[in-house]
């Protein structure tokens, strides 16, 4: 009777990990710890990520696919505008107006060229990081690829 018990509940255990779903990377990225260098995936520690399905739009009347195309127009022109070479990013800053391009906005946002995650400096476990918390945690494994 342990046996049957002990069976039934080890076929329920690999019935539950065939249907279970397959964790899948949330990023890919290097972890850099001094001079050393690992590749490294973030997984989600709350919940599983799944593939999005994608939506396609299609023609109305023949169902053919269609394909979206943004165009920048001047108010005061009404002319096409290139979006790398003729529009610049505005910001209102301190009551000023301030003009980036688009190169200058991306060198302000990310200004090392680096990427992947540093570690600077290890903590007290006493040290209070809530201020920085915004997100679900994530475990990193090291990449096997």
Same mark, same amino acid.
């Given at each position: 009777?342990?046996?049957? *018990? ?14 279970? *779903?397959?964790? /899948? *990377? ?5 972890? /850099? ?41 001047? /108010? ?70």
């Amino acid at each position: 009777q342990d046996e049957a *018990a002990i069976s039934s509940v080890s076929g329920l255990l690999d019935l539950v990990k065939l249907h279970q *779903a397959k964790k /899948r *990377a949330i990023y890919s990225t290097t972890l /850099r710890i001094g001079k050393s260098e690992i590749s490294v995936k973030g997984y989600s520690v709350i919940g599983s990520t799944t593939k999005k399905h994608k939506s396609v739009y299609v023609e109305k009347t023949t169902n053919d696919p269609v394909e979206a195309k943004v165009s920048y127009l001047c /108010r005061k022109t009404g002319k096409v505008l290139n979006p790398k070479t003729e529009i610049l990013f505005s910001y209102t800053i301190g009551g000023e107006q301030l003009y980036f391009e688009s190169d200058e906005l991306r060198s302000i946002k990310s200004p090392t060229k680096t990427k992947g995650i540093e570690i600077l400096a290890f903590v007290d476990k006493d040290f209070d990081i809530s201020w920085s918390t915004n997100n679900h945690a994530t475990f990193l494994r090291p990449d096997e690829e």
